[in-house]
Nanobody, 125 residues
Framework: VQLQAFGGGLVQAGGSLRLSCAAS????????MGWFRQAPGKKREFVAQ????????YYADSVKGRFTISRDNAKNTVYLQMNRLKPDDTAVYYC???????????????????WGQGTQVTVSS
């Protein structure tokens, strides 16, 4: 599956952004989807994960209660709604797809085989 993330930009602290990730192919609903981010000088880190149906989600503690991951399988798209943004949320955000069967919460990059190109999110203070 090929992924393309978009929707990043510059926003003030406390503001909101919605990222989208469009997937190619007819089998989008067979993938667990995730969002990761990488801030300057830091390792890439897990943000959120959604199950194939969209019924189960998993979040990093740092974004829980502020970010919401969702998907629309009819549109082959996964979303990340980000509210109450903080300067620490500044990073390049990547979407990723996992074809592993079943649902289990995971924050490991190695569980996701396909990656999009990333979209920059900058939160000013």
């Amino acid at each position: 599956v090929q992924l393309q993330a978009f929707g990043g930009g510059l926003v003030q602290a406390g503001g909101s952004l919605r990222l989208s990730c469009a997937a190619s192919g007819r089998t989008f609903s067979s993938y667990t989807m995730g969002w990761f981010r990488q801030a300057p000088g830091k390792k890439r880190e897990f943000v959120a994960q959604v199950s194939r149906s969209g019924g189960s989600t998993y979040y990093a503690d740092s974004v829980k209660g502020r970010f919401t991951i969702s998907r629309d399988n009819a549109k082959n798209t996964v979303y990340l709604q980000m509210n109450r943004l903080k300067p620490d949320d500044t990073a390049v955000y990547y979407c990723a797809a996992s074809s592993r069967s079943g649902w289990y919460p995971t924050n490991r990059e190695t569980d996701f085989a396909s990656w999009g190109q990333g979209t920059q999110v900058t939160v000013s203070s």
